[in-house]
Each structure stands twice: as C-alpha cells, then as structure tokens.
C-alpha cells in the first residue's frame, strides 16, 4: 500500500520527540532515503522545530508538518492513514495515547513508542490485539530505554544460545550495572499518572502481576514478584537490589516470550535488577538506593505529596537532562543466563548490552527512531506477527542489525 509518509513522528514538539526529530533530521536527512513528517497539537511549535532543524540541515525546510490533537480523533484517523508507521512521543500515553492505537488499527498502519505504562498497555492488548492482527499491523509498544535492551539483549542471548548449544537458556537475568542518566516532565508526568490511580484494583492488579502483559488464559508462570530488597546474587556473584523498570521489562520480555510461540521454552525465568560489585560498601550503597526508590514509590502514592513533589522538586512537561548530560550519560547491562546443552549438560553464558548516551533521552529517542524506520523500511526481514507486539517479536534481528546505529552494542562474554 502506498502511504505519502514512511514515519510520522507524533509528539515532536515535546522532550523527547525533539532529539528523535534531530536523529532522523542529522542520520538520515530530509527528502533522501526516508519520507517522514513532524506531527503535533501546534502548528506554531512544529513551525518552529522545523525551523531549528533546518539551521542544522536545510533540506529540513522541506519537512511536512502534520496536525494531530489526541482530543481530536479525526485529526488522528487523517494522519494514520498517511503513513507506513506512526512513531509517537506523546505521553503520559494512559491520558493521551488510546485514541491514536485506535487510529492506526483502524488504518492498518504499524505503530511504535515509548510508553512504560504497564495497567495501558494491558488495555490495548485486550481492545485491539485481535483488530491488529486482523489488519496484519504492528503496535509496537516499550520502544525506548524500557524495554530494548531487556527484549532484545535477551533475544539476542536466546539466539546464541541456542546456535552454540541448540537450546534456549532456561533463565536469564538482567544486571543494570555502571549507568548515567537523567529523567524528564514527560516521564514524571506518566510515572505519577500511574500512581494516582494506584487505588483502582484492575491496575493494582496489573501493576503487580508478573505475567500481566501475556495473552488472557497464559498469565501464569514460574517468575513471582519482582526483587524488593537487597540481595547477594550467586550466579552472577554481585550485591543485587531493586530496579525501578523491571515492572514493565519483565513483563515485555515474558510476552515476547508467548508471542513467539514459548521460543524460550515454557518454563522460562527472567528477572532484573540493578548490581553493584562484592564488598561493604556496595552492600550499604545498594540499601541506601533500594530504601530510597521504595520511599519515592510510597510518597508518589500519596496524593498531597505527590502534588508537591511535583510542583517543587520533579521537572514540568517538555524539560528534561540538559545536552552535556546527555552526551555524557550510558548504561551497561550484563545478561547471565543458564541453560543445558543437546546433551543434557549444564552451559552458563553472559552478554553485554551498551547505550552511549544516557538511557532515558539520547539513547532512548535513537532506539525508538531505528524501531520505527525498522518497521517501515525492513518489512521484508521482520518475523511474520502482528497484533499488539513486543520489540523482539515484531522485529526480532532486524531491529538488532539496526542498534549499533543507534549507539547500543550488543557482545557475548
Ligand atoms: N520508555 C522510555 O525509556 C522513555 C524515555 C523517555 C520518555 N518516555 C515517555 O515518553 C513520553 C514523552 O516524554 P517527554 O519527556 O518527551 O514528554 P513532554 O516533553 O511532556 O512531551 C509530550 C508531548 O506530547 C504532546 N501532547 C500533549 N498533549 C497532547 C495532545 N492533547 N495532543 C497531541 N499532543 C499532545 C506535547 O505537545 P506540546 O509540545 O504541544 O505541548 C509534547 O509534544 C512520556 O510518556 C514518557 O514517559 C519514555
């Protein structure tokens, strides 16, 4: 079918969709190897954006600008219909996001972004997984720092394994280690969304149920709840503590896991958490962040306090780590997995996941970029699913050949 854009970029206006319109803008151009367009709400801002884009790039004179305002559902139906792929920075999606996933079912247009939102990505997988497949599109949630590199580093781990030993790893964990980053409005904003509905049972529920995003009558497994406390990890011999992400990742890898059919094997175990090395010190570090996230969690759960975290300390919409902090932000993520070999032999393997810029903003707005031009550009190389998918499932190693460009490595050892 031919569509006027390959990506329109949804949002590009806001924090986040701005570095994704300047990654495109800088590593592919305007006009060349891929048709795209900015969308928004306001046309004055788009004007202005494409107007910095183009002191960066002149050809960025010619970038359409495409109006869309999530209160407006015809603004969004027009714009869906005009693209391979709408790529959207528009969040808190639970507030603003539904009508657009709407949207692109209704089209038959693939969909990508950037969301976290656990209990909102549950109610798009019951209203619209069914329609998407039917129209054989892709909505493609956790495009970003969460979940790339816990959906594709364990891909990719997965498919090492079962090269070198002919069977899939029967667990995996994932280990934030060394990382610098930052947080915007935009993910404060979504973050205190979720925990100002945190008494509604249905995303309690969902929040807390560690198979919550596989398919109805598959939400059960042998993971339990996600790690709260601090402690000593034998297989991957590191202090271990809480990791504030590992409630959507999980969750995203343990769909990936179902979509594709239990590639991992139905007994499959997945964890994550954050680590530190071996020693005193790092013990009382690791109590001291996992007592501070439990805090921050419990007082977000409080409507004054969190009013007033929000109005003193926590950035607005549209702010967010300044250049310096992104160019000098990273992360790295060891991967320890275990398994048996075609013998019936115990095999242990490790990979390496990188970003070179900080996870949530310069690394983040690169990965949902390659996603969305993945899916508009490698339609013959993607895996033969649609519906409501996961990074792995919906672009499996067509998304891993594009990653490096986004500045993420991925190595065994
Ligand atoms: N998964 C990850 O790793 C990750 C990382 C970063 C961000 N995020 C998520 O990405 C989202 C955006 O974050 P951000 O910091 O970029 O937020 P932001 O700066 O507040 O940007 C939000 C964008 O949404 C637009 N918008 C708001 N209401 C709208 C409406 N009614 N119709 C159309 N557009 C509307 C804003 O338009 P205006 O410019 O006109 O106000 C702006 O472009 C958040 O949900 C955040 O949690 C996730």
Redesign the pocket.
């Known amino acids: 079918m031919s569509r006027d854009f390959d990506v329109i970029l949804?949002?590009?206006?806001?924090?986040?969709?701005r570095l994704v319109a300047e990654y495109l803008n800088e590593t592919y151009g305007v006009g060349k190897d891929v048709r795209w367009a900015i969308a928004?709400?306001?046309v004055n801002?788009l004007e202005a954006l494409r107007t910095e884009l183009t002191a960066r790039n002149p050809d960025a004179a010619g970038l359409d600008i495409i109006r869309?305002?999530?209160?407006d559902a015809q603004s969004l139906h027009q714009m869906a219909a005009r693209a391979s792929v709408i790529c959207t920075?528009?969040?808190?999606?639970a507030k603003?996001g539904s009508k657009l996933v709407a949207a692109c079912v209704a089209e038959g247009t693939d969909y990508c972004?950037?969301?976290?939102?656990t209990p909102w990505i549950q109610d798009m997988i019951e209203q619209h997984h069914e329609g998407a497949k039917e129209k054989g599109c892709r909505i493609v949630h956790?495009?970003?720092?969460?979940?790339i590199p816990s959906d594709m580093g364990t891909h990719f781990l997965q498919r090492e394994a079962k090269r070198e030993h002919g069977a899939p790893l029967d667990t995996i964990g994932f280990y934030l280690g060394k990382s610098k980053g930052g947080v915007?409005?935009?993910?404060v904003?979504?973050?205190l969304n979720i925990a100002s509905n945190i008494k509604d049972p249905k995303i309690r529920k969902a929040l807390m149920d560690p198979y919550a995003l596989n398919p109805k009558g598959e939400r059960s497994g042998p993971d339990g709840r996600d790690q709260m406390g601090v402690q000593w990890d034998e297989d991957a011999q590191v202090w271990t503590g809480p990791f504030v992400m590992a409630s959507i990742n999980t969750r995203i890898v343990r769909r990936s896991n179902a979509l594709t059919d239990y590639a991992y094997g139905r007994d499959f175990r997945y964890k994550e958490v954050t680590s530190r090395p071996k020693g005193a010190r790092n013990y009382a570090i690791s109590q001291q962040l996992a007592v501070g996230q439990n805090i921050f969690l419990a007082l977000a759960a409080v409507g004054p306090v969190r009013k007033l975290m929000q109005a003193t300390i926590l950035p607005d919409?549209?702010?967010?780590p300044d250049e310096h902090a992104r160019v000098h932000g990273y992360f790295n993520i060891r991967f320890v997995g275990q398994g048996k070999d075609r013998s019936g032999n115990p095999v242990k393997m490790e990979a390496r996941v990188s970003g070179d810029r900080d996870?949530?903003?310069g690394s983040?707005s690169k990965m949902l970029a390659e996603s969305a031009l993945c899916l508009a550009l490698d339609k013959d190389k993607l895996p033969e699913q649609a519906g409501v998918l996961t990074p792995a499932s919906a672009m499996g190693d067509a998304l891993l050949d594009r990653l490096p460009t986004a500045g993420l490595s991925f190595s065994l050892g």
């Open positions: 949804w949002g590009a206006t806001g924090f986040t969709g928004g709400r306001n801002k869309g305002d999530s209160h920075t528009v969040g808190p999606y603003y972004d950037l969301t976290g939102e956790c495009c970003g720092f969460d979940s915007s409005g935009g993910t904003a979504s973050m919409p549209g702010e967010g996870p949530g903003y983040t």
